[in-house]
């Protein structure tokens, strides 16, 4: 069974479009998180939500909206596509606690503005 | 504000050698995760850290966490070609901000 799954796991796409990648989690956790990875490899955190409730909102440009309909997906969509959009994008998610708890992360969306 | 470095950032090693992958960061915090990346894939939790002095050993990696000098090492003990990828160390920022900051991840090459 998949733990953590997106949709797609690639996109392909042409500047100035809009698309939306979505993350469904089946670990039974209550906080679902963004992430984008560049082409060096590094994490950063863009969103989190616990339980439909947006907790963290680092500073990314507006045109990225999450969107949590249930504590169990998290989507994104993306306005507006720029070349610099270009990464791989991951959700996450983990057990909600008063301390930060493991989380467990999908198998990417790799994503190409062309 | 927290900051998280690792080093080296790339490491190509031998089979067989032994060698350390080092993670500082700069303010309190309590518990650091190491994470594992294979080449196109994704991340997978490997240790979490909680407290002054704790270890943890999974086959030829062991992890362990000095919160007074701010530091986390991974060591790789007579690596294996399977080893080879990208170790991130991951701060938790503490005190209600449920969220983690990463080490830029160091790459790590085993040779046959």
């Known amino acids: 069974d998949t733990a953590v799954s997106q949709t797609p796991k690639y996109l392909v796409t042409q500047m100035g479009n809009d698309k939306s990648i979505k993350c469904e989690q089946n670990l039974g956790h209550d906080t679902m998180y963004w992430y984008k990875q560049d082409s060096k490899k590094f994490l950063k955190i863009m969103f989190s939500y616990n339980n439909k409730e947006l907790i963290i909102n680092e500073t990314v440009p507006n045109r990225f909206s999450p969107k949590s309909p249930d504590k169990a997906h998290l989507n994104l969509h993306i306005n507006s596509l720029e070349l610099g959009d270009s990464a791989v994008y991951f959700c996450?998610?983990?057990?909600?606690?008063?301390?930060?708890?493991?989380?467990?992360f999908g198998p990417g969306t790799r994503l190409l503005v062309l | 504000e927290l900051k998280v470095e690792q080093n080296p950032l790339f490491l190509s090693m031998q089979e067989g050698k032994n060698y350390t992958i080092y993670c500082n960061y700069s303010?309190?915090?309590?518990?650091l995760y190491w994470y594992r990346q294979d080449p196109g894939k994704s991340l997978e939790s490997l240790f979490v850290?909680?407290?002054n002095g704790a270890v943890k050993q999974e086959g030829r990696l062991m992890a362990s966490l000095d919160t007074k000098a701010r530091l986390s090492t991974l060591h790789i003990t007579a690596a294996v070609h399977d080893l080879s990828a990208t170790y991130f160390c991951?701060?938790?920022?503490?005190?209600?901000?449920?969220?983690?900051?990463w080490g830029a991840g160091t790459k790590l090459i085993i040779k046959p």
């Open positions: 996450a998610s983990s057990q909600w606690g008063w301390v930060l708890k493991t989380q467990y």
């Open positions: 303010t309190t915090s309590d518990r």
């Open positions: 850290l909680l407290s």
């Open positions: 991951a701060v938790a920022l503490g005190g209600g901000n449920y969220q983690l900051i």
